[in-house]
């Protein structure tokens, strides 16, 4: 048996079935609407078609991040079993998890001198996030010790790529990333801003398309450009979306038509109430391995 856990914030959008068949250990982060708390639990105290429906109607959000307290806690339960840690946090050009994660590790290291409690900022966000704590799972399968799973973890976060649109500027405009003059006139003009997640793991505006289907277009010639071996990518892919399924299936279906090499087929994940607060209904975003990440 692993004399360590693999762990990582509800952050990385999958379902609990696919954290508990891959042994992930997960810790909530919490989001509240209209004023009333809730667990970010993978969708369990509030499936994401509801909070989506509920963002759609005008309620308001918002979000929190795992206090040091709760990573102590969380963490303790497997320190006093003797166990180390492998921690995987949300990317710290989007939260300030990753350093609170750091100040509950070496509060804890104090007091269990003997253990081992690695934290990595994954750089990464919504199923992207996923997709890398999916390697990591498959690598520590494997018989990879803490130590050089760590080191891989810091060695290759940076070739997860991250694309993504929205067909809605509302919570773009809302949260400051969009101006509201510029998010009128580009509501009015039907454009749909092409993003992605740099070096730095911010979300950062790449371009901006004219309609669903040229961004979706574009989304998918990133990935032509960009994915591990291209046209011969052989890895996963994950797509992750907030209430717009159809969209999601859709791109999925291009990418399987024009990616015949992929390591099955394409995984659609809702996209969780934390990322789902800040990016409200309509955004779809793409995952895979690839290039690595230097802008």
Same mark, same amino acid.
């Given at each position: 048996?692993?004399?360590? *856990?693999?762990?990582?914030?509800?952050?990385?959008? #999958?379902?609990?079935?696919?954290?508990?068949?891959?042994?992930?250990?997960?810790?909530?982060?919490?989001?509240? *609407?209209?004023?009333?708390?809730?667990?970010?639990?993978?969708?369990?105290?509030?499936?994401?078609?509801?909070?989506?429906?509920?963002?759609?109607?005008?309620?308001?959000?918002?979000?929190?991040?795992?206090?040091?307290?709760?990573?102590?806690?969380?963490?303790?339960?497997?320190?006093?079993?003797?166990?180390?840690?492998?921690?995987?946090?949300?990317?710290?050009?989007?939260?300030?998890? %990753?350093?609170?994660?750091? *100040?509950?590790?070496?509060?804890?290291?104090?007091?269990?001198?003997?253990?081992? *409690? %690695?934290?990595?900022?994954?750089?990464?966000?919504?199923?992207?996030?996923?997709?890398? #704590?999916?390697?990591?799972?498959?690598?520590?399968?494997?018989? #990879?010790?803490?130590?050089?799973?760590?080191?891989?973890?810091?060695?290759?976060?940076?070739?997860?790529?991250?694309?993504?649109?929205?067909?809605?500027? =509302?919570?773009?405009?809302?949260?400051?990333?969009?101006?509201?003059?510029?998010?009128?006139?580009?509501?009015?003009?039907?454009?749909?801003?092409?993003?992605?997640?740099?070096?730095?793991?911010?979300?950062?505006?790449?371009?901006?398309?004219?309609?669903?289907?040229?961004?979706?277009?574009?989304?998918?010639?990133? #990935?032509?450009?960009?994915?591990?071996?291209?046209?011969?990518?052989?890895?996963?892919?994950?797509?992750?979306?907030?209430?717009?399924?159809?969209?999601?299936?859709?791109?999925?279906?291009?990418?399987?038509?024009?990616?015949?090499?992929?390591?099955?087929?394409?995984?659609?994940?809702?996209?969780?109430?934390?990322?789902?607060?800040? =990016?409200?209904?309509?955004?779809?975003?793409?995952?895979?391995?690839?290039?690595?990440?230097?802008?």
């Amino acid at each position: 048996m692993s004399n360590f *856990i693999l762990s990582c914030c509800s952050t990385a959008d #999958m379902s609990k079935k696919d954290f508990e068949e891959r042994d992930i250990k997960i810790v909530y982060f919490h989001f509240e *609407i209209d004023g009333v708390s809730y667990l970010d639990d993978c969708g369990e105290s509030m499936p994401s078609e509801v909070l989506f429906q509920k963002m759609d109607k005008g309620a308001s959000t918002k979000t929190s991040q795992v206090s040091v307290g709760e990573y102590c806690d969380f963490w303790k339960e497997y320190l006093d079993k003797g166990m180390d840690i492998l921690h995987v946090t949300l990317s710290s050009g989007i939260s300030g998890t %990753y350093q609170s994660a750091v *100040i509950a590790r070496d509060d804890l290291l104090a007091e269990y001198p003997d253990r081992k *409690i %690695y934290v990595v900022d994954s750089l990464a966000a919504s199923s992207g996030f996923g997709l890398f #704590m999916d390697k990591l799972a498959e690598l520590k399968k494997g018989g #990879m010790g803490i130590d050089e799973l760590h080191d891989w973890a810091e060695n290759n976060k940076l070739k997860l790529n991250h694309w993504f649109f929205t067909t809605d500027l =509302t919570y773009f405009i809302r949260g400051g990333r969009v101006s509201k003059t510029v998010g009128m006139v580009g509501q009015l003009l039907r454009i749909c801003p092409l993003l992605n997640v740099d070096y730095q793991g911010r979300l950062i505006t790449r371009e901006k398309a004219r309609g669903k289907k040229k961004v979706m277009q574009r989304t998918l010639e990133m #990935m032509e450009s960009h994915a591990e071996g291209s046209l011969e990518y052989s890895g996963k892919c994950y797509i992750s979306h907030s209430m717009c399924n159809e969209d999601a299936e859709q791109l999925a279906a291009m990418i399987e038509e024009n990616f015949p090499h992929l390591d099955g087929k394409v995984q659609i994940f809702p996209i969780g109430a934390t990322i789902g607060s800040h =990016t409200g209904p309509g955004t779809v975003a793409l995952f895979f391995w690839g290039d690595v990440r230097n802008d």
